[in-house]
């Protein structure tokens, strides 16, 4: 049974999110967004009409998610009132404090999320690093927690490129997480070397392995952000599919490599991005995809620039070994632990199977973003 300190706690934290969410100005903000929606030449400009209604709904989801945290925590201290007359019981006092908890956590959660691109939709690349079989299973395992996590959360998760390994698992895969909130910005805590650490599989002995894996994150750009492509930069070279697919896959071309020549606008240097899109049998379709691949990295580099990250963006470039691991999965202790947050669990299956929403909260909680203009 929870505590007259708990329920003040609740209400509090409800206050609390009243001022710094700025839901007042937000009710205003939204009764005029939504009258611009009502104007007779509002669909005339359908781009700029679906940018308004996303603008809309963005503000209302602020809105009706406070709300939806205050009658939670009304209902609370009518329960608590109510049991001490008798006419609730513990559980069900019990049962309504998780409830309205859960609700305030999401919506403190999300206020961490200021940044520009922590809405958007995002890219995630896998590699396997150096190990051979063993690490390219282990790629296959992080392929497979991200997939579960993501349509868990209501994301449509797909793979745009996946070179599998030699024996088993995978070398790298691209997937992109689409159609949800908030995907880059819960998933950009993944950034970094994640190490697996269990008795093999793969070996004879049975000896207990070491094996790395790197995971990097972009935010997935769309038509409302303008990214300069030069296209004297640009070439492509088409292949046969590989895989799943029919016949078609293996007969027509579809397959695209786009590749970009690169040029630090700040030291000059020179890089070739190269991008590899199998998504569909359609070639167009893959072009067009792996130019807005193209695009996000762009935007991804220019966006850390501009938040003077680069420090950051150095450590995400480390070597896929030993000391440079954010997170660390030891399957015989028993024991997944982020080496950032020192956040920690016991329950490793549930861990691979896509349960990472402590690992993701600690993170955020741990290294707050302030709100910038990008």
């Known amino acids: 049974m929870i505590t007259a300190d708990q329920l003040k706690d609740i209400l509090s934290r409800t206050d609390a999110l009243y001022h710094y969410l700025g839901i007042e100005q937000k009710r205003i903000e939204f009764e005029e967004e939504q009258l611009r929606t009502q104007a007779p030449d509002f669909w005339e400009d359908p781009d700029r009409a679906r940018e308004q209604m996303k603008k809309v709904k963005e503000i209302e ?99 745009s490129d996946i070179q599998v390994g030699d024996e088993a698992g995978i070398k790298s895969v691209t997937m992109k997480f689409e159609g949800g909130e908030y995907a880059f910005g819960y998933l950009k ?55 799943a697919g029919g016949q078609n896959v293996n007969k027509v071309e579809s397959g695209v490599r786009l590749r970009y020549q690169y040029e630090d606008p700040d030291t000059g240097e020179q890089e070739e991005i190269l991008i590899e899109n199998t998504e569909t049998r359609d070639q167009p379709k893959n072009r067009a995809k792996a130019m807005q691949l193209l695009k996000s990295q762009l935007y991804d580099r220019a966006m850390k620039k501009r938040m003077e990250a680069q420090a950051k963006v150095e450590a995400a470039k480390k070597k896929i070994e030993w000391g440079s691991q954010i997170r660390s999965y030891v399957f015989d202790d028993r024991r997944v632990k982020d080496h950032r947050t020192n956040y920690q669990t016991s329950d490793v299956d549930s861990v691979m199977n896509g349960k990472l929403d402590g690992f993701i909260k600690a993170y955020l909680m741990e290294f707050p973003t302030e709100e910038q203009n990008i």
């Open 189 to 243: 805590s993944e950034n970094g070397v994640h190490r697996l650490v269990r008795v093999s599989p793969f070996n004879a002995q049975g000896k207990r392995m070491t094996s790395f894996a790197s995971v990097f994150v972009t935010p997935l750009v769309d038509d409302t952000i303008e990214v300069y492509v030069d296209p004297a930069r640009v070439s492509w070279d088409t292949f046969r599919s590989s895989g």
């Open 61 to 159: 989801r602020w809105v009706k998610g406070y709300d939806k945290a205050r009658a939670q925590a009304e209902e609370l201290q009518l329960a608590f009132d109510f049991y001490k007359d008798e006419l609730v019981t513990e559980e069900e006092v019990d049962a309504i404090y998780n409830k309205v908890v859960a609700t305030i956590e999401d919506l403190e959660l999300k206020n961490m999320l200021r940044q520009q691109e922590d809405p958007m939709e995002c890219v995630m690349k896998i590699n396997s690093g150096a190990g051979g079989t063993e690490s390219q299973d282990w790629a296959d395992m992080l392929m497979r927690m991200y997939m579960r996590w993501g349509e868990a959360h209501g994301y449509k998760v797909t793979i």
